[in-house]
């Protein structure tokens, strides 16, 4: 059984905040959108029907509580939560608060993913917004 | 408890293909893409945590299947499953076969939504589609 290792485009682009029981939770490094990366820790995986069904149910329990907990954090209109894979194809599962006046296109409309360039936290921001999605599970 | 009703905009850019246990399968009208939405037949309900766990157990295998099959009907190279929510409340989660040459920007790799105008299918072509979705379940 070969060992999970995280696809090293997401950890560039995101920062570690913790494990939970199946996935790994990156905070992405874009001020942007609150935005969160789950990963499972399974290797090999590329879709979620990949997965054990077993650890499906911990996937859905794990992204709807950081999806519920990103939502009273930052008191956001909606969630997003997505498996997209086009560009990396590692299982990730995409949990984002969107708003309505939020710099999509349209605004609060439109997808997140391949919109302009990310806007990298300033140094404080990003630990206090990590700290806060630590706290939150 | 109040009865579910099918937000009137899915109703009116999809064709009912069959429910599920938990879901309603709707075949988008646009034939640039393969593409269900799977819609879970509760009433008032917004985000995945709304619903409760046993509920969220279902619709991960529900998803699971639509996306296993509808890969294996159309070949496709990967699978998007998404909840936005954006534009339209009520729960429904995107099931869409993605291929390295589509129609997004840049083809293959861009998101789905809000790229121009949906494309209809041709009649016969749409009931052989939602035909072939009945049979994938």
Redesign the interface.
């Known amino acids: 059984m070969s060992e999970f290792i995280l696809d090293e485009r997401l950890a560039a682009s995101t920062v570690h905040a913790l494990d939970l029981p199946l996935s790994r939770v990156l905070v992405m490094n874009d001020a942007r959108w609150p935005w969160l990366i789950l990963v499972p820790r399974r290797a090999g995986m590329?879709?979620?029907?990949d997965?054990e069904?077993a650890d499906?149910?911990m996937?859905?329990?794990e992204?709807?509580?950081a999806?519920?907990q990103l939502?009273a954090l930052t008191g956001c209109h909606?969630?997003?939560?997505?498996?997209?894979?086009?560009?990396v194809?590692q299982l990730h599962i995409h949990v984002i608060a969107?708003n309505p006046d939020d710099p999509?296109?349209?605004a609060?409309?439109?997808?997140v993913?391949?919109k302009g360039e990310a806007i990298p936290y300033e140094p404080q921001a990003l630990q206090d917004f990590v700290q806060a999605v630590v706290k939150m599970f």
């Open positions: 590329v879709e979620m029907f997965l069904p499906r149910m996937l859905i329990e992204l709807a509580m999806g519920k939502k909606k969630i997003n939560i997505a498996n997209l894979g086009n560009v194809a969107r999509a296109d349209p609060g409309n439109g997808p993913w391949g």
